[in-house]
């Protein structure tokens, strides 16, 4: 089985579109696409609002009402949102599919952004803050720059749970007639061929793995050495979130 699925990833056919079929580019494509946009959408509602909570203190329940979302079973919210919405839009084009598939996918990835923005900001030891508007910095300065660097990989740790959970969930479109990866999960079950089945499987763990260490290195790159003590010499403690945002209120107040 294992030499039938590779077989089936590295023929070159099945990377090309055919009159009959959609190849694996096309639909990896795809997937790509449905889960950028799910993210995008989620990061444009949860940030902020992880942020405005974290910040004042204000709205705390919404957070809690977002971890809820977790419970609602994908698929079957997938078919309700396709019933109520999809005949609105028959005939005319895939939008009707489109979007109860990106309601979806976004629901999901709100919760995991919202709620580390929020634990991020919430757990920045109080010390930093009032060094920071002791040295005469007001709300907006404090949050953009101490609260929300020393809440970095909490947040980007939300962002990459969220991106995991949506490749993962993007497969559903499948169950809808639109593309992505999920495709060959779902034809290979329907007409029990296996080796395209498991190798579509195999193929978003590849894509949710690279996106994971794409992620990976973007956190390594933004977050300040100060905070993430990378840099840190052998024999000294690694600078921790206060020191790093102290240092950084420093540099900006002189």
């Not at 957070?63 to 109520?84: C, D």
């Not at 962002?159 to 559903?172: D, E, G, K, P």
């Amino acid at each position: 089985m294992i030499g039938q699925v590779f077989s089936w990833l590295t023929d070159p056919a099945h990377w090309r579109d055919t009159a009959l079929d959609t190849g694996i580019t096309t639909q990896l494509l795809a997937h790509v696409r449905f889960s950028l946009i799910a993210l995008g959408i989620a990061s444009a509602i949860a940030l902020p609002l992880g942020l405005f909570i974290g910040h004042t203190r204000r709205g705390t329940f919404l957070v809690a009402g977002a971890n809820a979302l977790r419970a609602l079973p994908s698929v079957g919210l997938l078919v309700l949102l396709t019933v109520m919405i999809a005949p609105h839009f028959h005939g005319r084009t895939d939008i009707g599919y489109v979007i109860p598939t990106e309601i979806v996918l976004v629901l999901l990835a709100i919760p995991p952004i919202l709620s580390n923005t929020y634990a991020g900001v919430d757990t920045v030891d109080p010390a930093v803050t009032d060094a920071a508007r002791g040295m005469g910095m007001r709300g907006r300065q404090v949050l953009f720059d101490v609260e929300l660097p020393c809440s970095l990989p909490l947040i980007l740790s939300g962002l990459r749970s969220a991106t995991l959970q949506v490749i993962a969930t993007a497969t559903i479109a499948s169950f809808v007639p639109l593309g992505g990866l999920g495709r060959f999960i779902y034809d290979g079950l329907q007409q029990q061929d296996y080796p395209q089945m498991i190798g579509g499987g195999v193929l978003v763990a590849a894509l949710a793995v690279t996106a994971d260490l794409l992620l990976a290195l973007l956190q390594r790159v933004t977050v300040s050495r100060g905070i993430s003590g990378r840099f840190a010499t052998k024999g000294d403690a690694p600078a921790g979130p206060i020191e790093g945002a102290i240092t950084r209120v420093e540099v900006e107040a002189g």
